[in-house]
């Protein structure tokens, strides 16, 4: 079984910082991609960043130069430093990997709420 725990989220005021964080935890024999989604009531689900097992990073245009991907490959853990946030920012965050257990698969997380709101 591998389960993907998330932590961090919460209600921030606008300009505000928080910081998630996801641990995969579990029969893991390697983790190719973890990244972050998220989607906010009435949208579709929508990549926010994602970062390699080599560390090369992408994100989505609405978040590039606020918010900052990294990873601990040694604990299987994955952050998510979010900066500068607005009420577009509001949303459920959900941790995704791309890991093989006994095989290869996509694994989500159960998701955590970030409200930006004053």
């Known amino acids: 079984q591998v389960q993907l725990v998330e932590s961090g989220g919460g209600l921030v005021q606008p300009g505000g910082s928080l910081r998630l964080s996801c641990a995969a935890s579990?029969?893991?024999?390697?983790?190719?991609?973890m990244g972050w989604y998220r989607q906010a009531p009435g949208k579709q689900r929508e990549l926010v960043a994602l970062i390699t097992s080599a560390g090369s990073t992408n994100y989505a245009d609405s978040v590039k130069g606020r918010f900052t991907i990294s990873r601990d490959n040694a604990k299987n853990t994955v952050y998510l430093q979010m900066n500068s946030l607005t009420a577009e920012d509001t949303a459920v965050y959900y941790c995704n990997a791309d890991l093989r257990s006994f095989s290869r698969a996509d694994y989500w997380g159960q998701g955590t709420q970030v409200t930006v709101s004053s």
């Open positions: 579990g029969n893991i024999f390697n983790i190719y991609a």
